[in-house]
């Protein structure tokens, strides 16, 4: 089974993501080869890109979409941090590690961050450097105070961004009417057993169906198979190739990886 993993499907430059003209290519060019039982298309984060841009070139197709939803973002108003980041980037792409380092008075050093995430090559050694930063380097707490602030200062309130940029449950509700999958994504974006179980819940009570699927934030595993189970959960998705999280996981290629 193909899988494929995707994130912004929208025509702009300065997100890290796929134009909706590739997008459109790729759907074609995945029929010429494969049956739609043979791959899966899965969409994280559930911004509303999904629901305007993906979900109608889905359905024209007889394609059933796979969408891991942040619960937070429809039922609390509140985005990711790594969102927030990324909006960040557009603003400040090659300076934003600077800052961060420069904010938590530590030495700036690209170099030691070269190889990682080595697999995503679409990255610059910037943009590289900040994920190591997030990932190993410096406490999480301290990642997450520096980019709050700077957004709040930046954008103002995150309830205007989680109101335009992301799907409303309405939206969620409709693809799941439409016989696509509805999965989680975590609540918060953490992943870990209280993570899940809250989004989870949330999920089911909002669309009146139960969530098999999730996907692990930024790729790591937090919780347990048992625990999956426990939650009903029968596929595990991630896009770390060199990791072996469990029975439940099933690996993806990222859609700016995959070549057709």
Known sequence: MLNIMYHYVRDDKNLKGISIKKFNLQ?????KRYKPTEFKLTFDHGTIDHYENVAPELDKRGIKGYFFILSMVPEEKKIPIEDKQRKLEVLYRKDLAKMLCDNLKIPYNLTIS?????RFTFYSPEERYLRYLRDEKIPLSDYINFIDNLFVKEFGNETNFADKDY??????IDLKNKGHIIGSHGHYH????KDYSKSIQIIEKRINSKVKYISYPNGKKNISDEDLINLGIDVAYTTDPEKSFGALQTKRIDCNQFNL
Not at 190 to 193: A, N, P, S
């Open 190 to 193: 953490i992943g870990d057993k």
């Open 27 to 31: 759907l074609d060019q995945l029929l």
């Open 114 to 118: 070269k190889n990682y995430l080595k």
């Open 167 to 172: 799907m409303s449950w309405k939206n969620i």
